[in-house]
């Protein structure tokens, strides 16, 4: 099995500022904030990094879902998606909330139309916004600061990216619309490849090294493992006591953790350099959808879109220490 320990390390921040050389968009972390799209209660929250207290909501005026947080980490993009989800949304959105993380304030939304329904998306290290649009069925490459738009045709109904830490390529997972991972070069920004995913595909990410994109299966309780120098499946990983495909998938900051959630109560916790060694199982709430990791890496955060919790995770002793509640249904969340 290969060796998934990542050769690049990610700096703590300074200020609240990160290093953009460093930048990865999969393993966002930091020191000055924590903020949560509460896509049941229709509001983005702010939670003091340490005190699990809320101290501000913003209505953005329409359902959030996923997040995305800048270089800077001084600005977050969040998709107005719709008033549905996936596969059943009749009234989709058709933009991307701008947030100021320091005043926690919108200041602006940008546009993707004739592009509907924007979900996935990641900021890469120079602030280019990388987004899916589902409905559409394109992947948009967003220069934020000149609302330059260039579309591109994802053939699959594109759910969640995931961004190579060098910005070179990105990795969409197209659910059970179309069986495969598209694969788009960012620099010549053209479609270059589909990898096979015989039983769909759900969460998906890029390990810190860029080595690897980890794919989940949509309808059973496995991973794809996808060499990036080829885009071939190189190895495949059972996931314990899922019930169904892990609905997300995400690396610690250091690349020493995979972690994935199965979105009916369960985190997974692998040693990220041997996916085939001895996994932990965590019991948290309910429908789990996303994590956040802090950034001395000692400790992360579940969100429960099901039951408006909130898991404590001791990283460490890889065990739930507590939970809280935070808004109706959080999807994801991230520290800043």
Known sequence: MANFRSAVSLALLVSGAALAANWDPSNITGTSGLVLIDKLGSLVRFFGPATNKEIATLDLGGMPHELAIAPDHRTAYVPLYGDGVYGRNPNPGHEIA???LIARKMTGKIDVSPSVAPHGLQVDANGLLYVTCDISRTFLIIDPKTKNITSIDNEGTGHWIA???NGSKAYVANKQDRLFVTVIDLKSKKLVGRVPMPTGTQGITASPDGKYVVAADLSGPGLRIIDTATDTVVDTVA???NRRGPFRVKYSPDGKLLTTLDGAGLLNIFDASDLHGQQQVLTVGK???????????????VSNHGDGTISIIDLKDRKVTGSYTAGKGVETLAYY
């Open 98 to 100: 701008v947030i100021d």
């Open 163 to 165: 961004v190579l830490p």
């Open 239 to 241: 996931v314990e006591q």
């Open 287 to 301: 429908d789990p959808y996303g994590i956040a990791f802090t950034a001395d890496g000692k400790s992360a955060l």
